[in-house]
């Protein structure tokens, strides 16, 4: 029962924080920091966080697979979140948030072959809900719904975020089942500041000038956002730690409904009812999938 709650609990704040943080993600960008330094400094600032914690690990009988899927896993979450981040600067809250409903099928997909998760009728049903409702939202751009629209930098951005972040889920939950969700989280910190930083210096960014466009707002920004990363990475790990990926990023789903509503409020985005009937149908579609439990 209490692990039920603790689950339940963790799912609701992954819902909220992880469409808060992608508002002081675009906010930041928008005012001239650059999106690969956003990533960096919100990984950096997380791994330093964690360094408390590492000293009463007993890192070498830790198993080589833990080492092997950590690696990967920050390859992939390094790049995805920093495409993530480019396409919240170019692109709306609201039409961006709601595609990231396909990371679940994505999932599903690889989770197949890595973690042996096999789906069925309800699964299939799902899939095709939350294609039929990402239609409803990519449908209130100005070019309308067209295979087009997959021509947008930003679309084209999201998509490649959410393909390496659905693959990262995967290597998440193997390092998960290497060590616990504790460990997963820091080896998600520090690889992700390596190779976000490793990021940096191939598009030859100097992290100290981009400090000096720091203002007290900005870090008060930053403060929020490394806050909301935080917490949606941790409450994430427990949630893979006590059910399936695919499962789990299905319920985070709901989350798309918040994105509409914050595009709409803050940035004053457009078309919120035919997005919001979008999202409620790629949010069925996701209830369709945890139907395979």
């Not at 609701?12 to 920091?33: A, E």
Request: aromatic residues 12%; glycine residues 8%; positive net charge.
């Amino acid at each position: 029962m209490i692990e039920t709650i603790l689950t339940s609990g963790a799912v609701l704040l992954r819902i909220i924080s992880n469409p808060v943080g992608n508002v002081f993600q675009k906010q930041l960008t928008q005012k001239g920091h650059h999106p690969l330094f956003v990533n960096f400094f919100t990984y950096f600032s997380l791994s330093l966080l964690c360094l408390a914690g590492a000293f009463f690990i007993n890192w070498p009988l830790l198993p080589p697979s833990f080492w092997i899927y950590s690696i990967l896993g920050g390859i992939a979450g390094a790049l995805g979140n920093g495409f993530l981040v480019r396409s919240l600067q170019m692109g709306d809250l609201s039409v961006l948030g709601p595609i990231n409903a396909y990371k679940s099928v994505i999932s599903m997909i690889i989770g197949l072959f890595l973690l042996h998760e096999i789906p069925n009728g309800w699964g299939l049903m799902g899939v095709a809900l939350i294609i039929y409702g990402s239609y409803y939202v990519l449908d209130t751009g100005e070019q309308r719904f067209s295979w087009n629209i997959l021509k947008r930098a930003e679309i084209k951005l999201r998509i490649w975020a959410m393909i390496l972040t659905a693959i990262e889920a995967v290597l998440v939950k193997k390092v998960i089942l290497a060590s616990s969700p504790l460990l997963g989280f820091i080896s998600w910190c520090w690889f992700g500041a390596l190779f976000s930083f490793l990021l940096l210096f191939f598009n030859k960014l100097q992290p100290g000038e981009q400090i000096k466009k720091l203002t007290p707002a900005a870090i008060q920004s930053f403060g929020l956002l490394v806050l909301c990363i935080g917490t949606m990475q941790f409450t994430t790990n427990w949630a893979f730690g006590h059910m399936p990926v695919a499962y789990a990023l299905s319920l985070f789903q709901l989350s798309t409904i918040v994105s509409v509503l914050l595009g709409h409020r803050i940035f004053q985005e457009k078309d919120i009812r035919k997005k919001l009937i979008g999202s409620f149908i790629m949010l069925v579609g996701s209830v369709a999938i945890i139907q395979l439990s």
